[in-house]
């Protein structure tokens, strides 16, 4: 049961936690996907995993960028008390791996093939020590850009389409 646990949770949230698999009846997961369109992607998973028979304790912790989860999360390995699985974000799964508090998922991502369909750029924080310690189930990134449409479409700026000049000296004036 341990192993389903672990391979469960490591499919299902961004990282699995070594105490946390070895001790947990159900699936506790803590995370801060509390906003309507995030709490209903939980849902997503949070019913797949129910299906398989399963249960999801969920632990959420509200705070967008998830400083509030991390800071809970360290209170509960300090204590002993570890959740199943975390939603965490790239640098703080390596700085958790480094530690070695995450579960070893290699015999699950042997099985569903994650070498061949998660990009290279994103095994860099989901492998660590040639183990996977993690599982990408939402990818953000940096370097996006949201654009107004309509407040460039009124400045006569089109939509960037690279980083190049002229767009960092039209959006200079905008500013």
């Known amino acids: 049961?341990?192993?389903?646990?672990?391979?469960?949770?490591?499919?299902?949230?961004?990282?699995?936690?070594?105490?946390?698999?070895?001790?947990?009846?159900?699936?506790?997961?803590?995370?801060?996907?509390?906003?309507?369109?995030?709490?209903?992607?939980?849902?997503?998973?949070?019913?797949?995993?129910?299906?398989?028979?399963?249960?999801w304790q969920d632990m959420p912790v509200a705070g967008g960028g998830g400083e509030q989860a991390m800071t809970v999360?360290?209170?509960?390995?300090?204590?002993?008390?570890?959740?199943?699985?975390?939603?965490?974000?790239?640098?703080?799964?390596?700085?958790?791996?480094?530690?070695?508090?995450?579960?070893?998922?290699?015999?699950?991502?042997?099985?569903?093939?994650?070498?061949?369909?998660?990009?290279e750029a994103l095994q860099a924080f989901a492998r660590h020590d040639g183990k996977w310690i993690s599982a990408p189930v939402n990818v953000h990134s940096t370097n996006w850009v949201w654009a107004n449409k309509a407040v460039l479409d009124a400045n006569g700026i089109s939509v960037p389409q690279t980083w190049d000049p002229p767009f960092h000296s039209e959006v200079q004036h905008l500013m």
């Open 73 to 119: 999360l360290r209170a509960r390995v300090t204590a002993g008390n570890a959740p199943t699985a975390v939603q965490m974000l790239g640098f703080d799964i390596l700085d958790w791996a480094k530690e070695g508090a995450l579960a070893d998922l290699n015999e699950i991502a042997a099985q569903e093939g994650w070498d061949a369909v998660v990009p």
């Open 1 to 55: 049961m341990a192993y389903m646990k672990t391979r469960i949770a490591g499919v299902l949230a961004a990282t699995s936690l070594v105490a946390g698999a070895a001790n947990a009846g159900d699936v506790e997961v803590l995370h801060w996907w509390t906003s309507g369109g995030e709490a209903a992607a939980l849902n997503v998973l949070k019913q797949d995993l129910e299906s398989q028979g399963v249960g």
